[in-house]
């Protein structure tokens, strides 16, 4: 766990396997920890004994090892029951146990969540939400979620003490790329998309792009790309068998009218469609509902929103907005969409998490109640969701 230094040692909780790894130690305290405990205070601890006998190997905070073995004597019903710690915690205690007090969260939503998969519907962060904090505070912050893959978008720094240095983009050397692929893996969270990003005039360009993508294990990259270089899109999508979604900013941007994306996608490969932005379609003056209808057996990822206006638009909850977030999930349900969703949340910028946790309620609820009205179905074959293995 965490220690007086800094250290920290995950470990799960709620049925969720323990894991302590060397990769897990120095990710350092976050807000995303911070965000955790301005929660309600009654954190319950799953597998009790082994978290406490893991804090007892790892801790030589002398307060921190006499609460761990506090809760070791509570624990004498089984396991599985719930067990609480009575005193308060330090700042830097709280932070140590964040990674399993967070996830109580994360493990109640979890049968919904795989309910949701079984539609091949999945949930993750787009990185942006968090762009006032470094990509891996974004990772710990997804994860505190109980959400297991995130979008990464270029520029954003990557630790607070540069360990390792610099931005995510595909300018990171392969020993700072296998060290993001640690911390993505420790956390249980994985990077499926990239984006929005510019995508290069010439072959050789884009396929730099690729690679990069490709050694990421990124299966989607999110672009706004020009119109020319579409035929360069189709060799290099089938090659690597990665997609490309477009992206619409608002009016004027290139694709901010379903109709220009449609266009612009005929004629070419399946794996070349739309990452739909639906708030930027409500900015725009536009049905986000008549848009998903439109773009039907184009989409491939979503960068989903439900906003109000006042006084300008901005992000609410899903299912609190205007933006009619149900209807939209029932369409993609109608349509067999299978994909990934990214919660891209573009307020309260500062302590987005607990509004971003009720969008993962509403999502998960949402999904459970159109599953029983629209049976799963199989992925398509070319660009399908996690039961395709889209790579």
């Not at 911070?34 to 309600?40: E, I, N, R, S, V």
């Not at 998969?117 to 974004?138: D, I």
Request: charged share 25%; proline share 5%; aromatic share 8%.
């Amino acid at each position: 766990m965490l220690h007086r230094t800094g250290l920290v040692v995950g470990f799960a909780v709620l049925g969720v396997c323990l894991a302590c790894t060397s990769a897990a130690l120095g990710a350092g305290a976050s807000p995303a920890m911070d965000d955790a405990f301005k929660q309600p205070a009654s954190y319950l601890f799953g597998q009790s004994r082994a978290a406490m006998k893991k804090i007892l190997a790892v801790s030589t905070d002398t307060a921190f090892r006499q609460q761990a073995e506090e809760v070791l004597k509570q624990v004498g019903a089984p396991a599985s029951a719930p067990v609480i710690l009575k005193a308060p915690l330090s700042t830097g205690d709280r932070q140590a146990v964040s990674r399993s007090a967070a996830p109580n969260a994360a493990a109640t939503k979890k049968g919904a969540e795989s309910v949701a998969e079984k539609m091949g519907w999945r949930l993750g962060c787009q990185a942006y939400s968090f762009n006032r904090f470094t990509f891996y505070e974004a990772v710990e912050k997804t994860a505190s979620l109980g959400l297991g893959y995130i979008e990464a978008y270029p520029g954003q720094k990557l630790s607070k003490d540069n360990s390792p240095p610099g931005n995510f983009d595909e300018g990171m050397s392969e020993s700072v790329q296998a060290q993001v692929k640690k911390k993505l893996a420790a956390a249980g969270v994985r990077l499926v998309n990239y984006g929005v990003v510019g995508m290069p005039g010439d072959e050789a360009g884009c396929r730099r792009l690729f690679e990069f993508a490709k050694k990421m294990g990124i299966e989607t990259i999110v672009s706004e790309p020009d119109e020319k270089v579409f035929g360069i899109l189709d060799k290099l999508t089938e090659e690597y068998k990665i997609n490309v979604a477009l992206h619409n900013h608002p009016k004027a941007s290139h694709y901010w009218n379903p109709d220009t994306v449609l266009k612009a996608c005929e004629g070419h490969s399946k794996r070349i469609g739309t990452c739909a932005d639906t708030g930027h379609w409500v900015r725009s003056g536009l049905d986000p509902l008549e848009c998903l209808k439109k773009l039907q057996g184009r989409i491939i990822s979503l960068h989903f929103k439900d906003l109000v206006n006042e006084g300008g638009w901005h992000d609410v909850p899903w299912g609190t907005g205007a933006s009619g977030a149900r209807a939209m999930l029932a369409e993609l349900a109608r349509q067999g969409f299978q994909g990934v969703f990214s919660i891209e949340y573009e307020y309260h910028w500062d302590n987005s998490v607990p509004e971003i946790a009720k969008c993962v309620e509403f999502f998960n609820d949402a999904a459970a109640e159109l599953l029983k009205a629209v049976p799963a179905k199989p992925a398509p074959p070319d660009r399908g969701g996690k039961s395709a293995e889209r790579p």
